[in-house]
């Protein structure tokens, strides 16, 4: 993701905004809607200047009241279509701007949702709001209202040009000869504003990733007095986002002075001429005061397309950025042919010689020829210090990533055949950061299973140990929670997890210390609601407490990637080694 587009394809970047076609084509009748209105309206302006060469050439003096009524009376009435033609030509244009990046935000956001885990570790979630926000309005504001200038001018340009060489044909042709000399300011500035376009909508994303991140850890940022620094982190982003914005405002501005300048330049010196020739008598005073109004149509429609032509340029980056999102593809998907799991899903797994590193530490392997059976049932516990690949394996068996040798199997099926969905819809995760949603209470449990019932998700409440204080809340199980659960401590963020586990009802459950934030006398509830839960279903559990594990069928001891022991509490203690140093050190005092 550059900090600008590259320098040497214009026509590519311009050619970005292609991409909103397949937006704007469901809506072929707002588009010729506006077409039409677009026509009846520069028709009706193009009317007025006839209207008053008419009145110059003829005069008032000797015309009856009648005439005068007559004339006025026409002019209202060109008025009246103009002004029905523009409104009606802005509510279609702008209805069709509204429908098109709906589309646009609701596809975009589909896409950066399906994206792997991998994506999403080496992006910023402010960088891609900021292309969901900042960047789909800009291209909504070339949508809603830019291309509808620049069609309204383009085609007031044309229609006073060819009536400017119908009024008259040698003022016409002075004209077209600085036509060269207003377009080249455009070529010369027009790269440098999309370059510098591109640039301003990066600094935006900038200093939009700092505010989410710092948001995001207010606590932390208030534990350690952090409010005046990370608002200096952001005001600098701020400021280099404005200094940014602050050269491509100046290069537009300078684009639109000097394309105005050049035209009505050439066009008083053409007025200048035809001034001469009504004085010398070769030109009447009627035709000048029509060719004049033309003339000034046409320059207020070649600033007009000047102006709008910056908004292009940053729509083209805007859309360049967003394409570069749905560019991107993710590393783990469904197989092209995907197989279903035997039902009912019995839960054996086995991972056979598996090795992996994760692609930001290639030279350090997370798995080393880790081989592991577990029965459909049993309940294996995961033991060993930090980074010994315990959570490795929970993101290798929700297919997180792909190993790079060996193979995960469940129930005799390679996870690479089956689609994401029949995997994971058969996994439970109580992981050990619990994630609350600004929802209520019902519906962060329902995040486990959409379609659960109200009486099923109090059940599962009441098996969590959590109904008691989400009825103590103040409108109980429609309570909101507040962003990222600020409403809860974290022993009751992890009581939802575990009620939307429940309620899941997978046949496979992953535990990553699903009580390391709870109090005793909640973890023993827990516990008990645990049990209740593994009984029938293959359990995998993480835990650094080894009391929480006594209990496991199994627990496996991993060092470095490897297991180093399996086997039961007793047995391993009595085996010695590393399970026997950590034992001591949790319960020796």
């Not at 204080?469 to 009581?495: H, K, N, P, W």
Request: hydrophobic share 50%; with cysteine; glycine share 10%.
């Amino acid at each position: 993701m550059s900090d600008s587009a590259p320098s040497g394809k214009p026509a590519r970047r311009i050619g970005a905004l292609r991409q909103l076609w397949p937006f704007l084509r469901p809506h072929k009748a707002l588009a010729i809607g506006w077409l039409v209105f677009l026509a009846l309206s520069s028709g009706s302006t193009l009317v007025l200047p006839m209207a008053v060469r008419h009145m110059i050439d003829a005069g008032f003096g000797n015309a009856s009241g009648e005439t005068i009524n007559r004339t006025f009376l026409g002019l209202f009435g060109v008025a009246l279509v103009l002004a029905f033609a523009t409104a009606a030509r802005y509510f279609c244009i702008t209805l069709l701007g509204e429908r098109a990046l709906a589309a646009l935000r609701t596809k975009l956001y589909a896409h950066v949702i399906r994206l792997d885990v991998g994506f999403f570790e080496r992006s910023r979630v402010g960088e891609l709001t900021s292309r969901l926000g900042t960047d789909t309005e800009v291209v909504q504001a070339l949508i809603g209202s830019g291309i509808s200038v620049a069609l309204r001018s383009a085609v007031m340009l044309l229609g006073a040009s060819a009536m400017m060489v119908w009024t008259s044909p040698r003022l016409a042709g002075l004209t077209a000869l600085v036509i060269p000399a207003v377009m080249l300011p455009i070529l010369v500035f027009g790269r440098r504003v999309q370059k510098l376009s591109r640039a301003s909508q990066d600094r935006l994303a900038d200093a939009a990733a700092i505010a989410n991140e710092t948001l995001n850890a207010a606590p932390a940022v208030k534990a350690y007095a952090r409010e005046g620094i990370e608002s200096g982190r952001y005001g600098n982003a701020i400021v280099r986002a404005l200094e940014s914005a602050r050269r491509r405002i100046g290069m537009r501005a300078l684009l639109t002075a000097a394309v105005i300048v050049l035209f009505f330049g050439a066009i008083t010196l053409v007025l200048w001429a035809g001034a001469r020739d009504v004085v010398a008598g070769t030109l009447e005073a009627g035709v000048l005061g029509q060719f004049v109004l033309y003339a000034v149509f046409a320059a207020g429609s070649v600033a007009g397309l000047s102006e709008v032509w910056g908004d292009v340029l940053r729509a083209a980056g805007a859309m360049e950025r967003i394409g570069e999102l749905f560019g991107e593809r993710a590393q783990i998907a469904d197989p092209p042919q995907p197989l279903a799991l035997p039902r009912p899903v019995r839960g054996a797994l086995r991972f056979e010689h598996v090795g992996f590193h994760y692609p930001t530490r290639p030279d350090a392997p997370a798995l080393h020829d880790f081989t592991l059976d577990i029965r459909p049932g049993e309940t294996v516990a995961l033991v060993g210090p930090s980074g010994a690949g315990k959570s490795t394996v929970f993101a290798l068996l929700l297919r997180f990533y792909d190993p790079q040798t060996g193979s995960i199997r469940v129930d005799g099926m390679d996870l690479r055949a089956l689609a994401l969905p029949e995997l994971r819809g058969a996994i439970a995760l109580v992981p050990q950061e619990t994630v609350i949603f600004a929802g209520s209470a019902a519906d962060n449990i329902r995040f486990g299973r959409q379609d659960a019932s109200e009486r099923e998700v109090q059940e599962a409440a009441h098996a969590a140990e959590a109904h008691e204080f989400i009825s103590a809340l103040t409108d109980g199980y429609a309570a909101e929670l507040g962003e990222r659960g600020v409403r809860l401590s974290g022993g009751q963020r992890q009581r939802i997890a575990i009620a939307r586990a429940i309620l899941r009802d997978a046949p496979l459950l992953l535990l990553d210390e699903a009580t390391s934030a709870l109090d005793a006398q909640s973890e023993a509830a827990i516990q008990q609601a645990l049990e209740r839960l593994e009984k029938g279903r293959t359990t995998l559990v993480i835990a650094h407490r080894l009391a929480t594990v006594q209990r496991a069928d199994r627990i496996v001891v991993m060092d470095g990637g490897r297991i180093v022991a399996q086997g039961t509490h007793e047995s391993l203690l009595a085996e010695g080694g590393l399970y026997a140093e950590l034992a001591k050190l949790q319960f020796v005092a």
